[in-house]
């Protein structure tokens, strides 16, 4: 290998050239002819050839029958039953959510009339005004015009951007208007005048974007089920094209638009990568042409058409460049061969390629600081112009042109532009000589450039642009650019003067801290690159921040009072911070031996408390000490065994002492005693486990809508919980929202004045959606919405002071979204919804018509005549009411078997449900109040397959043949002795019924079950090991494939003996 020591960078050189034909102005011509439209009223700026009448075939477009808005709220999910939406995304189907108006360049459209907020319909498009497209302009997007909002929650702000993908400028000069992607959506943000527009329309993070030249049509797309790839207008913000399954397995690595804006390209991103053609202005919804690629190239993640011939295209990974030409028979393709033998020079990895604006050459840029020429193969005797496949092509040359790695490589104009690593930006003319460079701006890796759309001025003697570096030493007159660098800087340079202008710098690391002042529109955020920013967030202005340097944040919490802002971090160290300067109020402590999770302050703003990793608690005090207030440790414990999900102060019913709770995936709920705690020693006032099977998740204080004061829940089932704050006893259980993945966490929102004091609202989060619920909880699903936030996943939640905003953190995504709260849309749904108990109908099978409900009634009521004894020849008494006693009966005999505990929690939940009121206990309930019981308490989605399976992996073992089994006689023993343990009565009674028998079927009253013989019949017919398709199929009689919402009573208490042995 050659050193590349002895080279001299370009920069260094009086000159300099690669060798190269000039090539064809000319554009290939469709085969299908020439054929001239009628070009709709303002659509575009459009390109020269189009006036012109292009040679293009141009396509009659009907317009689709349906469009709705794409905003964030489409993402809704009204009224969602766990029968309906079980694993679910919190949106409507995405064929129903982008509009496909199809308008794009040069191409003859019908002209829709109307708003896209109502369907477009065929007499719309037919109508004579024109459509919002066609009569868009730029900055159209940021009219004062403000829309009514419709929908529970919808996003109003995006903190921070995906700094690996490219900032695009909209628009330039008196706008700065600049396009990035928050998460999910893509953002079209006016820098001058503080607002942001979201394209709103994918359910996956957004992977890729492009631009067309003329800066009317950004297209996105994304990665993961149910990919989209959308073309928006820039203009009017409206969702335009989508195409539907394009990379159904895998989605989008890499897309580029075509010069004359007509062709989109894509790479999926699987390990067998396609490339696919689209002509987004057709209707056709498969592409023109596309080819598989070998996966020796590598993955490829950037391909670039050619802008003087969109036939060819050019594509890298970091090892491979491969060169790409289409027709109408099909998309060719050739792989050059290079590596670092072919020049006796180490080559580096391939960041960019761009295609020669002058010749048939096409440049590559690497991480040696090394441009790779690419040129035609030809042979001597023919003309480049003559060359048949432009795509074949080969290294000529590898010119090094500086000593850092070149992640960026664009041309602009008559100029090739490369960035840096180091933030450096050098311009190149078409002979690669140095023309100039901006070394100054003192910047990370730089991710993108982008020029705006309007070439720069001509220099005169006013004029104050830099002069090349070039002999002449001509004034330099490029266009004004940004540049976005991968630790999250976006800025804006103005070549006439070099005047730089910092846009935006956000958190480069994950964003997991958010916490808002309890009196001012103040949010804090923290990330972990140690960046802490307080922001405005009804000015949506950035007011003061602070570096923690080599330390990354990991939660914040402002005290009640709004003095103090802690800050929990990853290496276990807590500050405490003055709220207005951030400065230090006291020395960091570092008690934690992991990295804090949880902070809370107490009401009083005494006390505060953290969680950590390692299963601890610690509280800290504020205290007196030298005349002054200060913070000290109090004390810490290992409180829990397994992680701590919450950690909450509340009042203590009696006085105003503060008492601390924490929960953790235990199932344990420990309340602290405060007051008899000191130093080193945090006093524990009890400890209660209060789940059974399922695993809390968060903890938070119920509003007083009674004198009874509770606690409210949500675990991994799906069900909120209603604690007694005081015993902690279970007093009600109820269903929660059903959004494809449990509740994270919960935050009840504060009341304002105008609020109806019996109506509070709660906002919630899940694995990857923010939610809005009324309170009080009852079960009903039409109190309930929720949307997708970070799909990604989110990571914390806060609220508004005034509850009129949510925030969500998202993690790795280095997004904060701010979403406005809309309590009259939901309240509008729960009436739509109907009332009373229509809700709940509709959560049985068939509804309030359904055969279920007929069963329900007809056990209803022999569970009346159950009560007053079978045989008994007295008169019946018929109520609309049946004895407490008799619910589990009833609910086992309609599909639904709970464990003693649930049992006793369900007939607690009815006894106690007046006597705060009346002092009494209720004794009976009727069928309304039954149904809402069945449908809060009963398993969200049924018995499943997977349960019984992880319940064999626990008490199970493996044999030689890799199965997992339970020994016959370990079962019945685990039955017997383990969990809710079952009499050997009880477990002869219910197999000798599963296993056919027992002709009785069981028994219809209470009584002595005769269990003589039936350990030779259970030997005789059980085998010696049994996995859990045999216990399935075999025993409970269960289909193995999906769960059965009607399987026996039996059954039902045999695989909850197995779920209370598991716990």
Not at 64 to 88: C, G, I, L
Not at 740 to 757: C, W
Not at 987 to 1015: H, K, Q, V, W
Request: glycine share 6%; aromatic share 8%.
């Amino acid at each position: 290998m050659a050193d590349d020591s002895n080279e001299t960078p370009l920069e260094e050189l009086a000159g300099g050239s690669i060798e190269g034909d000039e090539a064809s102005e000319e554009t290939p011509q469709n085969e299908q002819g020439a054929q001239e439209t009628e070009l709709p009223k303002q659509v575009t700026e459009m390109p020269a050839d189009v006036l012109a009448g292009d040679t293009e075939s141009t396509d009659i477009l009907e317009m689709e029958t349906q469009a709705p808005t794409t905003t964030a709220d489409n993402f809704s999910v009204d009224a969602a039953t766990p029968e309906t939406q079980e694993n679910e995304l919190s949106m409507t189907s995405p064929h129903e959510l982008v509009a496909d108006v199809t308008e794009g360049p040069s191409e003859e459209r019908e002209e829709t009339a109307g708003s896209l907020e109502a369907p477009i319909t065929a007499s719309s498009a037919a109508a004579e005004e024109e459509s919002l497209v066609s009569s868009a302009t730029p900055g159209l997007l940021f009219e004062e015009d403000e829309h009514i909002k419709t929908h529970p929650i919808s996003l109003s702000w995006a903190f921070g951007y995906n700094s690996h993908l490219p900032v695009y400028s909209l628009l330039d000069e008196e706008h700065r208007v600049i396009l990035y992607v928050s998460s999910h959506t893509a953002v079209i943000h006016d820098i001058l005048r503080n607002r942001q527009y979201h394209l709103q329309g994918h359910s996956n993070s957004i992977s890729c974007l492009c631009v067309s030249e003329d800066r009317r049509w950004i297209a996105t797309a994304d990665q993961g089920p149910d990919n989209l790839i959308i073309v928006w207008d820039a203009f009017s913000g409206i969702p335009v094209h989508t195409i539907f399954d394009s990379h159904p397995e895998d989605g989008v690595g890499a897309i580029a638009i075509s010069q004359d804006a007509k062709y989109l390209v894509t790479l999926s991103a699987g390990k067998i990568q396609r490339v696919c053609i689209w002509k987004w202005t057709s209707p056709e919804k498969k592409p023109m042409c596309s080819v598989e690629l070998q996966p020796a190239f590598g993955y490829q993640n950037y391909i670039v058409f050619n802008p003087k011939n969109h036939k060819e295209l050019v594509s890298n990974s970091k090892t491979q460049v491969i060169f790409y030409l289409w027709d109408s028979t099909g998309l060719q393709h050739s792989a050059p061969h290079l590596t670092d033998r072919t020049f006796n020079k180490t080559v580096g990895l391939f960041s960019q390629s761009v295609f020669h604006f002058g010749n048939l050459q096409a440049l590559t840029a690497t991480s040696g600081g090394k441009l790779v020429v690419w040129d035609a193969v030809c042979p001597p005797s023919m003309s480049a112009s003559l060359c048949v496949k432009p795509h074949n092509r080969k290294a000529i040359k590898l010119m090094y042109v500086q000593k850092d790695a070149l992640t960026v490589l664009t041309a602009s104009d008559s100029y090739f532009v490369t960035c840096d690593v180091k933030g450096h930006t050098k311009f190149y003319d078409g002979q690669l000589q140095l023309v100039n460079w901006y070394s100054h701006f003192k910047l990370g890796p730089i991710q993108s450039i982008s020029f705006s759309k309007n070439p720069s001025s001509l220099a005169n003697n006013n004029s104050d642009y830099s002069s090349s570096c070039t002999i002449h030493g001509q004034p330099f007159i490029i266009r004004n650019f940004i540049l976005s660098t991968l630790d999250a800087t976006v800025l804006h340079i103005t070549a006439e003067g070099t005047k730089l202008e910092k846009l935006m710098e956000e958190a480069k690391e994950a964003v997991n801290a958010i916490a808002c002042h309890p009196s001012q529109p103040l949010i804090a955020i923290g990330s972990h690159c140690g960046l802490l920013k307080v922001w405005d967030y009804m000015q949506t202005k950035y007011l003061i921040s602070r570096i923690f340097m080599g330390a990354s944040i990991q939660c914040l919490s402002y005290d009640p009072a709004g003095s103090f802002l802690a800050a929990g971090f990853t290496d276990g160290t807590v500050y405490i911070l003055d709220s207005i300067s951030l400065e230090d109020d006291c020395k960091e402590f570092k008690y934690s031996r992991g990295p804090v999770t949880q902070i809370s302050f107490s009401h009083d703003s005494q006390y505060l408390a953290t969680a950590d990793e390692k299963y601890a608690v610690t509280v800290y005090k504020r205290i007196w000490k030298n005349g002054e207030r200060s913070w000290e440790h109090l004390a810490g414990l290992h409180s829990h065994y397994k992680p701590i999900r919450s950690i909450i102060f509340g009042v203590l019913l009696d006085s105003d002492q503060p008492r601390l709770l924490s929960l953790g995936e235990d199932r344990l709920l420990v309340e602290y005693d405060l007051g008899s705690s000191s130093k080193e020693y945090l006093a524990v006032l009890r400890r209660d486990r209060i789940e059974q099977n399922a695993i809390p998740m968060c903890l938070a204080w119920y509003p007083p809508f009674t004198p009874e004061a509770f606690i409210l829940t949500a675990n991994n089932r799906y069900k909120m919980k209603l604690y007694n704050a005081t015993t902690k006893m279970c007093r009600k259980t109820l269903l929660g929202p059903t959004y494809g993945s449990p509740l994270e966490k919960i935050q009840i929102l504060p009341a304002t004045n105008s609020q109806d004091p019996q109506k509070r609202y709660l906002a919630y989060i899940t694995k990857d959606k923010v939610g809005l619920q009324i309170l009080p909880i009852d079960g009903n699903p039409h109190k309930s919405s929720a949307f997708i936030c970070h799909p990604g996943g989110v990571s914390n939640l806060a609220s508004s002071y005034d509850g009129c905003h949510v925030f969500t953190a998202g993690g790795n995504d280095c997004i904060v979204m701010k979403w406005e709260i809309n309590v009259n849309a939901l309240e509008a749904a729960v009436s739509l919804g109907g009332e009373d108990l229509i809700p709940f109908y509709n959560l049985l099978d068939g509804g309030r018509d359904g055969e279920f409900f007929r069963e329900l009634e007809d056990y209803f009521y022999y569970a009346q005549l159950r009560s007053q004894g079978i045989d008994s020849m007295k008169t019946r008494q018929v109520s609309t009411h049946i004895p407490l006693e008799e619910v589990p009966f009833v609910m086992r005999a309609m599909g639904f078997y709970p464990s003693e505990e649930k049992i006793e929690d369900m007939i607690n939940e009815v006894k106690f449900s007046e006597y705060v009121h009346t002092g009494k206990h209720v004794t009976n309930i009727n069928l309304g109040d039954f149904i809402k019981l069945y449908i809060n308490h009963r398993p969200a989605f049924g018995l499943s397959m997977k349960e019984i399976q992880n319940a064999f992996q626990v008490l199970g073992y493996d044999t030689e043949n890799g199965e997992i089994v339970i020994n016959r006689g370990d079962l019945l023993q685990q039955l017997q002795c383990r969990g809710e343990h079952m009499t050997e009565e009880e477990l002869a009674e219910c197999l000798t019924t599963l296993l056919g028998m027992n002709p009785e079927g069981g028994r219809s009253e209470l009584g002595i079950y005769d269990p003589s013989g039936a350990a030779a019949l259970l030997e005789e017919e059980i085998p010696e090991e049994i996995t859990a398709e045999i216990f399935t199929a075999d025993i409970l009689g269960l289909p193995t494939s999906e769960p059965d919402g009607t399987e026996t009573e039996k059954n039902y208490e045999l695989t909850s003996s197995i779920e209370s042995a598991e716990s």
